[in-house]
Each structure stands twice: as C-alpha cells, then as structure tokens.
C-alpha cells in the first residue's frame, strides 16, 4: 500500500526540484531537522507517532503547513500499525494536537483526518487515512503553486525583494509556502529575481531558514540585520517588500512576525510596495481589525540570549512579542491562493472568507 | 605633578557617581575594556602611548567623546617620559590619529594639545599637556551636565524611555556621554524613568553596554531585539524616543546608528516624541540636508557571524550600513549643550553653529 505513497513522492520529485520538510518514505516519516539548518542536512527517520510529536515539540519541523503534515504522516504512521482502531488512531490525534496547541493548522489537519474513521477497520482504514493524508499534501502543493502563479504578477524581471522572517517551502509542503512561492513561481516564469532577507531575531529564521532555501533555489540572497531595512528602502535597493502572515484580521490588518509593521511604514515613506502572501484560511472575518488580535508573548529569555549564551548584564529584563500588526493602510495587496487582493479590503475579504466556508 | 591629576579625579569622584571610560592613576591610564563588557570590569592599565593606540585600535575604548579622552591620555603619558620634546609629543599624537581616522572628535583633540608646544621644554612642557588635557576632560564633563540639565525637561516623572545602540557615559566622559546624560539629569531632579533598550545587531552597543550602564545607574532596564520597536510603540509602552546622533545636517536632518529612522517612523505614526541628544560639534552646516552625507559601509562579515560563529549559509551575501538618516520632520526636538532646538531647525542650527565657531 505504501508503494502508492512511495511513486506519490516519486512523481511529486521527477516534476519539480521540491523543498520537501516532510515526507514518507520505507515506512517512516523523514522530517529535515530545521534546528540544524543551514549547516546541516540531518534528517530524521521516525517510526512510531510518539517520534513525530517529539520532533514537532522540539521544532525540529516548525512553519504552520509543515507541522500540519507532519501530523498527518504521523497519523498514517499510526493507521499502518497491525491491526489499530479507529480509536486508536483518535488517540494518535489527540497526541499529535497536544505538540502546539495554538497551531490551528495543525488541529484542523488531525480533526479532517480522524474524522468518521468508526466504519474502517483492517486495510480499509489505513487505505482511508492514506487517501485523506495524500489529498492534504496535495491540496497543500495545489495552494502554494497557485499561490505562486497569482503573486508572481506583482514581482518584475530584475527586481530585488526585501523579506522578513521566513515564509518558504519549509514551512509548507515543498514548493514554496507562501512569500517563497510567489519568487519562485517568478522565477519559473524567467523573472531574474534577488532577495535582501532581514536576520529575524531572536531566532534568526531569516538568516538560517531564508537564506538556506534561497541558497537551494539558487536566488542570490543579502543578509541584513532588522535594523538596516530602512537605510535598504532609503537607498532605493529593494523594489518590492514580500512577508508572509500569521493573519488577517477582516478589515486588511495583518498579524505578522514582529518587525513586519517597521518595514511597511518603511515601505510607505520611500514609496516601495508592501505585498504580504497568504492564504484565504489565514482571513479571520470574526476579527474586525488588528486591535483586537492578541499578540502571543513569547519566553523573554531567548531575547536575553543568541545562540544559547547571555547577551546583556543579569539584571536586565526582557520582552518578547512573537508578531507585531500593520495596518491595512499600509499594504499594497494581499497576495492569496485565489488572486491579489486590493484594497480597499473589507469587502473582498468577506467575499473571500465567505467563499472558503462553501467550498 | 600627577598629584594634580589624582586630585582631580578624587574631586571627581566624591561629587557624582561618574562612569568613566578612561582615568589616569599611579603613572598610568586606566581604561575599562569594553570589549569585555557586560560580563568582565576588566581594566587595562596602560603605560605607553603605544599601549593606548592599540586599545583604541581595538576598539577596548569606543565612542567619539571617550577616544578622544583616550588619545589626550595618551598624550599625557608621552608628555612624563622624561626628557621628551614637543616633536615627540607631535609624533605621538601622529600615532593616535592613525588608529581611527574618521574619528573627527579625536583628531580636533589631539590637535588642540599638541598645537604650538615649541616654547615648551621639560617641566613646563609636562605641565602644559596636562593644562590641556584636564582642561579637555573638564570640558567634556561639563558638556554632558548641561546638555542633562536642558534635555531633561522633556522627560516626565514615571517616563518610560525607549533608546538605541549606546550614546552614554562609557562613549564620553563618565557622567553620561549624550543620551544617557538626560535620562541621569531627569533621575537626579527626582523623576522616575525606566528604560527600553533595543540590542543593536550586529555589534550589541545596546544590550552590552548601555544595558550595563543603566544597571549601574540603577535604572529598570527591558531589552528588545531590533523588530520589537513597532510593537513596543503600538501597545503605548514608551513615551518617549531618545537616541545620540553622528552628525546633524544644515536643515535638521539626523544620522544616527542603523535603525534611528525606522524608531522615528514608527514614533510619529504612533505620536510618540522622538528626541536626539547631540553636541553643537556634530551639527554640520556645510552638508545641506541627509541626503549629503556618505554613510560608512563597514565590513559585511559583523553582519555573517556571531561571537566569531556564522548564523548563514556560506552563499549568503550581507552589507552593513553603520547608520542611516532620519528626515528633520520626523525629530521632535534636538537637545544640545546650549538648549532644546525644536522644529523648524534650519535658523536654529545656523545660529548654534556659528556661535559655536566664536566661542
């Protein structure tokens, strides 16, 4: 049965140069290890669901799309045990949501796999949940790569592009994620593209993660630390700015990694367009405005740190605000799955989130 | 003769708990090293004016105001070698403006001790290199007071202060170098002030040393990575901007360390005051506006590596701009040792350049 899975992968890799974060393969689930990233390439062969929570735990796959998948190969790691239940495969679920209960991705993804599994037993279970698990990880591919074809229209041959944080392949399913699929679906068009990526502190996702799949791609990337962006902008040396986004409140808002605001305010005082790539389930209509989106605060301590040693005198306290919010005001077009949206936004994104609720 | 040295830095002491970069004691110049900073109090006692050059060089002393000191320090030891002559005193101070050439404040300081030395022979000569340089030291002091003195009226009581890099006593003479001399002058009239600092990639200025100095001031200290800056001023959490300043151009506008212009984007689109603290010194008539003055590109690989550890793939290019400019509009007032300059600026500039070129 898993020979399916296996020309799955196989098919998926003869037709494009993917970024795979996760896949199947000899009856495991190989996860990049991403705390490795960029100076090793170390891959982790899981066997058991109890694995592929660790791993998740551990961040060692991290980006809202790829722990979804992850949690899916971990499910159909459970539905390949001899002889397992429904319930049982309930339960792998309810072990894989625990990981990081506040990735919505992640629980939607366990919920439409484990749901009304009560009539499968024997092969016809582990057939249900393979068919489930492989529809997820293409409809993850479709999105990105239409996703990719809709932004690659904003972005010109020759254009150098600012981006924050990391919002690529390795936090999807392996084409691109959000940002990094509309550069490369820009690239596949023939647009000569190249990247400036800001460090993105404290944990330096833009620095590592970026520009290692940049580096993959073989897109000339430029370091900066956060601070430089706006001397980037003032300097006339990025045409475009392209973030990703954790959401999308109904009036345009964006939650975005923090730092995100300070480039858009950037981007609008040098007249440089802001574009952030995201998906139609990231538009939170129940959210009328980025006011009342609660901003995660994170462990201080990793303020306090880099690279694990102490940065500042004992004494000092810390704050960690994991996304800050940019206004709608301030955003050029929101780049989704379904086209570029203009503002004004309210509308479209009602149509748009309304649209996704039937589909 | 350094009897006088001794009671001048006693006298020092007794009046003000000052933090002083560099001193003179027992034949030779103390200067805390700080590279070290914040962990070590380390402190290099140096008894050749090679010694000093080579500290300088290494950056264990830094900031335009504390260089300075350091190089009239070193001029001081040159001055008791015995039987030293005005020429050597002349070569000496050749080797001090080596190691930082672009250090304007050095340069002008060395030059205003080693200027017609020639009548002077043997004591009088000792004695005439230590007028001056006490009388340079003094003078800085006094500067920091009273650009305190002014500047702290803009602070209130219970104020809570964001700042950048480190413009304090460690980069001047001890009492507070620029910024860090408002926020002491605001303490000691009584009004409650805690501090926000931004680490200051690549280099740390930030989170090492004015997190230390402010430790030693006993003023609550929250360190930030760069990107939190937007999120701090969007959630009200600072009332005020203060930042140094490099130069101050004709017409107001200001460059200051990587990162000033994206504070004061985001501090007027939030109506938060942004204030820098300056000398009449840097104020720069003869450059019209921000756009006129070269920003120094340093060395690309600070910005690749951490602790001497890179943070990016090898293929991963990077530049680092040391600062960038912030437009007059956005300065809500430059404080200076002669006053609060508040917006429009040109005239005021004009006046406090000329008058500084007749006093």
Redesign the interface.
């Known amino acids: 049965m898993s020979q399916r899975v296996a020309n799955f992968f196989s098919d998926l890799r003869r037709r494009q140069q993917l970024l795979l974060p996760v896949w199947f393969e000899d009856g495991q689930v190989i996860i990049l290890d991403q705390t490795r990233l960029?100076?090793q390439e170390h891959h982790l062969a899981l066997r058991h669901v109890n694995e592929v929570a660790v791993a998740i735990k551990a961040m060692q796959i991290r980006g809202s799309g790829a722990i979804a998948l992850a949690g899916a190969w971990g499910l159909y790691l459970a539905a390949l045990t001899n002889q397992s239940t429904p319930e049982q495969i309930k339960e792998a679920g309810d072990l894989l949501k625990k990981t990081r209960p506040t990735a919505v991705n992640l629980q939607k993804t366990i919920d439409e796999i484990t749901r009304e599994l009560e009539p499968f037993q024997g092969e016809a279970l582990t057939r249900t949940v393979e068919d489930r698990v492989l529809a997820i990880v293409q409809r993850q591919l479709d999105f990105e790569i239409r996703l990719g074809h809709f932004g690659a229209q904003v972005i010109g041959d020759g254009d150098t592009i600012l981006t924050?944080c990391h919002s690529g392949a390795l936090a999807g399913a392996g084409y691109g994620g959000r940002a990094l699929s509309v550069l490369r679906a820009a690239v596949e068009q023939g647009k000569r593209v190249k990247v400036i990526a800001?460090?993105?502190?404290?944990y330096?996702q833009g620095?590592?993660i970026t520009?290692?799949e940049l580096?993959q791609l073989g897109i000339?990337?430029?370091?900066?630390?956060?601070?430089?962006?706006?001397?980037?902008l003032?300097r006339g040396m990025a045409d475009l700015i392209l973030v990703g986004s954790d959401r999308v409140a109904a009036n345009g808002d964006l939650a975005n990694?923090?730092?995100t605001?300070?480039l858009a305010?950037?981007a609008r005082?040098n007249v440089v367009p802001f574009y952030t790539a995201t998906s139609s389930h990231t538009i939170d209509l129940s959210t009328p405005s980025g006011k009342e989106i609660a901003?995660e605060m994170r462990d201080p301590r990793e303020?306090?740190l880099?690279?694990g040693?102490?940065?500042?005198?004992e004494?000092?306290?810390?704050?960690?605000?994991s996304?800050?919010?940019t206004p709608a005001e301030l955003i050029s077009g929101i780049i989704t799955e379904r086209g570029v949206l203009r503002p004004p936004y309210r509308e479209k994104l009602a149509w748009l989130g309304l649209e996704r609720e039937t589909r």
């Open positions: 960029p100076f924050h800001s460090e993105t502190r404290p330096l620095a590592r520009a290692w580096g000339p990337v430029t370091l900066i630390t956060d601070n430089m962006s706006g001397f980037v003032q990694k923090v730092g605001y300070l305010l950037a005082d901003v303020v306090l880099f690279n040693a102490p940065i500042a005198p004494s000092t306290g810390a704050i960690y605000p996304f800050d919010i």
